[in-house]
């Protein structure tokens, strides 16, 4: 009946009045308003206006429908009008809901900084099926982490590196490139690429560097926070120990805030092992006034340190420090060894007590670092 009145171009009034207050049934009526809105073969009403009496049904109307009590035709006009803005605001606001800790990505990637987003330890990177796993976090996060060969007039040093940005920008530890005349950074997928220094910071024991000619498709890591990082959570170290590239181990977060000294001259940033040979000097560093692995010289400086038991040997310098949701919580940067001769590898190696720059100092240096560090 609807549609065959409708397609001849009259607006009965008895008709509207009908589907309206006949009592027929809601579903009904509802369904014939909403066919004649979007259905473009109906022509549009007349240009006149309807005779005084009942409301007619119309389609703003609708909604009144889930309302205790009638509602006049005055206020029909205004509801249509407002329905669009209000319905906009709720998809931006369930938009917002879904992307969660992706916003801050966004809000970066627009504004020109493409960094990784900073996030809570509760944002995950890690496919559903292989949560709370290492499997899961190695195959999430290892495409983020490369190994970095440092030549310098002093000789060569390996150390590990994080990829924060899809423009080539990575962390590492001061210590790592201090005085390298030639960087060589080698991806997860086995390719090299000649990187350069950006800033450096050796009070905070942190550098940024730079492919050259950086790939398309990089993978930059994830920036959790170090705040809400707790005694006891499950962590996961990648890094090239060693010069092991791509070396995965696992543990727990040991202590927080552990006081750790490391040298800031740059002739003690290249004692670290040369040419893989286990029995090579490490990183010196001091913990308690005691000084470890090697004499840490004349200029040092002292930052507060996650602690973890994850294996972690030379080599592993500068790479990630993982929570179980994949997001960086820290910079790897010291161990302790029980070796104290060097020409012996007999007790070389991690005994479960290495130390990682919070990854919130890293996050709080970075424009420092982008114009060139403090020590530039």
Do not use: C
């Not at 703003?60 to 669009?84: I, Y």
């Not at 209000?86 to 969660?100: E, F, N």
Request: proline residues 6%; glycine residues 12%.
């Amino acid at each position: 009946m609807t549609e065959s009145f409708r397609r001849s171009g009259e607006y009965p009034q008895g008709d509207q009045q009908q589907s309206a207050y006949s009592g027929q049934p809601y579903e009904q009526s509802h369904h014939q308003q909403n066919t004649s809105s979007v259905n473009p073969e109906w022509p549009p009403p007349p240009a006149y206006q309807p005779a005084p009496g009942p409301t007619p049904a119309s389609h703003g109307d609708a909604p009144t429908a889930l309302l205790t009590e009638p509602v006049s035709s005055a206020p029909a006009a205004p509801r249509r009008r407002a329905k669009g803005p209000l319905a906009l605001l709720a998809a931006v606001a369930i938009a917002a809901a879904a992307v969660g800790g992706g916003t801050a990505y966004a809000f970066q990637e627009l504004t020109g900084n493409d960094t990784a987003a900073g996030s809570s330890t509760s944002t995950s990177v890690v496919p559903t099926s292989k949560k709370g796993t290492v499997a899961g976090v190695a195959e999430a996060v290892s495409p983020s982490i490369v190994e970095i060969g440092a030549t310098s007039n002093a000789g060569s040093s390996t150390g590990s590196g994080v990829i924060i940005t899809t423009g080539g920008e990575i962390i590492t530890n001061n210590h790592v490139v201090s005085g390298a005349s030639q960087i060589k950074v080698q991806l997860s997928n086995g390719k090299s690429y000649t990187a350069s220094v950006v800033g450096t910071d050796s009070k905070k024991d942190l550098a940024l560097i730079k492919l050259e000619d950086a790939p398309s498709g990089l993978t930059p890591a994830t920036l959790g926070d170090s705040d809400a990082v707790k005694v006891g959570d499950e962590v996961v170290a990648i890094g090239s120990p060693e010069g092991l590239t791509g070396t995965v181990t696992s543990g727990i977060v040991s202590a927080l805030d552990r006081d750790v000294t490391v040298s800031t001259d740059e002739s003690q940033g290249q004692q670290q092992q040369q040419g893989g040979g286990s029995g090579s000097e490490q990183w010196p560093f001091e913990f308690g006034g005691q000084e470890f692995n090697g004499d840490t010289g004349s200029s040092t400086t002292t930052y507060k340190a996650l602690q973890t038991d994850a294996s972690l040997n030379p080599g592993n310098s500068g790479g990630a420090l993982i929570d179980m949701n994949g997001n960086i919580i820290g910079i790897n940067s010291a161990m302790y060894s029980a070796a104290t001769d060097s020409s012996s590898s007999s007790s070389a190696g991690s005994v479960g007590l290495g130390f990682a720059i919070p990854v919130n100092t890293v996050k709080a240096d970075l424009a420092s670092l982008r114009a060139g560090g403090s020590d530039s």
